[in-house]
């Protein structure tokens, strides 16, 4: 089994900055990408960033140019560099490993950490 832990959620002014941080451990071989989810109520969670095992990434357009997603595989860490950040930024943001075995693969998410953006 997997567990992520989501941490550096707050509150913030727009235009402001927060980084999130995600930490993995258990059973964390075998992982095929890694990456940041948001959501809020009435919504369904929606891609924010992507990392990949080879290093490729994907941002979500309403972020792109604003937030950086990157990782630590020493510490088995993934990360969410956060920029200008706007109101409609506001959401539980959970991190998210895709682990691949024997051809299929698995989904493991964290707790989630709580943005908060006030105009």
């Known amino acids: 089994q997997v567990q992520l832990v989501e941490s550096g959620g707050g509150l913030v002014q727009a235009g402001g900055s927060l980084r999130l941080s995600c930490t993995a451990s258990?059973?964390?071989?075998?992982?095929?990408?890694m990456g940041w989810y948001r959501q809020t109520p009435g919504k369904q969670r929606e891609l924010v960033a992507r990392?990949?095992?080879?290093?490729?990434?994907n941002y979500a357009d309403s972020v792109k140019g604003r937030f950086t997603i990157s990782r630590d595989n020493a510490k088995n860490a993934l990360y969410l560099q956060m920029n200008e950040l706007k109101p409609e930024d506001t959401a539980v943001y959970y991190c998210l490993l895709v682990k691949e075995a024997i051809g299929r693969y698995y989904d493991y998410w964290g707790q989630g950490t709580q943005v908060t953006v006030s105009s």
């Open positions: 258990g059973s964390i071989f075998s992982i095929n990408a």
């Open positions: 990392i990949t095992s080879a290093g490729s990434t």
